[in-house]
């Protein structure tokens, strides 16, 4: 019973908190710089994600299969393929490092 007042009592200020920021500024513009600035954040956020997963496991550092899969991807991104070909690609790459591996 008790943890299931905290849980409700943390998904309430949660909300509250989350909803605060859009209804108290909801019909202000963010300053040019602000709005520059949150335009980059979604590449590099994506990639920081992308990188952790491919390489991180539990507490240490992968290099294995998964590598391979990004690397042939990032060759197909730089060779402005497609995205189902950048995802065949590095797909197969993936599965070759696994037979070879």
Do not use: C, W
């Amino acid at each position: 019973m008790t943890a299931t007042v905290v849980l409700l009592g943390l998904f309430a200020v949660t909300y509250l908190l989350k909803a605060a920021g859009p209804v108290l500024l909801g019909n202000r513009e963010l300053p040019a710089g602000v709005q520059r600035a949150a335009a980059l954040l979604p590449a590099p956020l994506l990639a920081a994600l992308v990188v952790t997963s491919t390489v991180a496991s539990g507490t240490a550092l992968a290099v294995d299969h998964r590598v391979a899969g990004i690397a042939a991807a990032a060759v197909a991104l730089a060779l402005r393929a497609p995205f189902v070909v950048v995802v065949v690609v590095a797909a197969a790459a993936t599965a070759l490092a696994r037979l070879v591996v």
